[in-house]
C-alpha cells in the first residue's frame, strides 16, 4: 500500500514517514519544489496525505484537483491547521475522503489512513 506525504512542515513529515513506514506502508514524499502531477502519475499512491500548507502560495485547494486528475484513484486526507477549517467544507465538496486537524494524534493518522485505504482498494 503507497501513501504519499505532502507536508511543509519537515519535522512533521518525517514524523508521519516513520510512523506509517512502521505500519508497513510504502511511502513517497512530496515537497512543495517537487511538480505534484508527475510524482502521482510516478509514484501511483492509494492515499495522499495533503497539507493545505504545502500548496504553492495562492494555489489553496488547487492541488486537490490535479491529484483527481492525474491519480483519481487515490484516495485524500487533508490535514489542516487548526486556523484553516473553514476549507473543510469547501474541499469535501472537492472530493477529499477526510480531514484531520493538526496537532493530531499519530494513532488518529493511522486509523484514518487505513480507512481511507481499505476504501480505496474495494
Known sequence: MKVMICE?????????????????????????????AETLIAEKPNVVLFDYNASEEGEGLKPIKTIQQMHPAAGILMLLDPDEENRITEAFGMGINDFISKPFKPAELLIRVQRIAEGQEA
Open 8 to 36: 511543509s512542515e519537515e519535522v512533521l513529515l518525517m514524523a508521519i514517514e516513520f510512523r506509517l513506514q512502521k505500519q508497513g506502508y510504502e511511502v513517497t514524499i512530496c515537497r512543495k519544489d517537487m511538480d505534484l
